[in-house]
């Protein structure tokens, strides 16, 4: 008697559940370049509240201070946050190499010119990161018409200086919003509309 077996028929079922994960998979990977957290602070990283639209924010007495960011700027200037304080600064992590960052950039470029013209005490700082060939960073702000200055960082050593839990050092793109002490008072770790964009920066502006 034969003890081989037919091979067996992967269900209907089984296939359906098999495309889902595969194309939730793809999805999520479409939605940052790099790895996020979950949103909730570890360590001393603040005590963040995370909304439906994925910000998270920081009450004002409960409010981390950002690391002073000093160093060469993508075209070639030189650049210390430190000396913005009074300001309301958005710092902006992004990668030429990174689809969701070239997705956002028409957003920023938009608002950040806004603002400006607007008069807003409202400063933007980018972090470029990962960008080995510094003339692709640089290619990149030109082709998306961004006018304010980034700070080039293609070791990723100016996002290890921010506190544990405030920043994810992975996920790429990723929003910092500094009061005008300079410390955190928004974040997100995903791409940003213009809108959304405008929902993190405008309670800040507005505070006393």
Do not use: H
């Amino acid at each position: 008697m034969s003890l081989s077996r037919a091979p067996r028929r992967r269900s209907t079922s089984g296939r359906a559940l098999l495309l889902t994960v595969v194309a939730l998979t793809g999805a999520l990977t479409l939605t940052a370049c790099g790895g996020s957290d979950s949103g909730k602070p570890t360590g001393s990283g603040g005590n963040y509240v995370t909304g439906a639209t994925g910000i998270s924010t920081s009450a004002k007495g409960e409010r981390t201070e950002a690391p002073k960011l000093d160093g060469e700027t993508v075209d070639g200037k030189t650049l210390d946050t430190s000396t913005l304080k009074g300001k309301v600064v958005v710092l902006n992590v992004w990668g030429s190499w990174c689809p969701p960052c070239r997705a956002e950039a028409p957003a920023f470029a938009k608002v950040s010119k806004e603002l400006t013209d607007a008069g807003k005490d409202v400063v933007f700082v980018g972090i470029n990161t990962r960008d080995t060939n510094q003339q692709n960073a640089v290619s990149f702000e030109e082709n998306f018409g961004i006018t304010y200055p980034s700070l080039y960082d293609p070791a990723g050593k100016l996002l290890l200086r921010f506190p544990k839990g405030s920043l994810n050092p992975n996920a790429i793109p990723s929003t910092l919003v500094l009061d005008r002490e300079g410390r955190i008072a928004a974040r997100t770790l995903a791409p940003l509309g213009e809108e959304t964009l405008r929902s993190m920066i405008d309670p800040v502006v507005a505070e006393q």
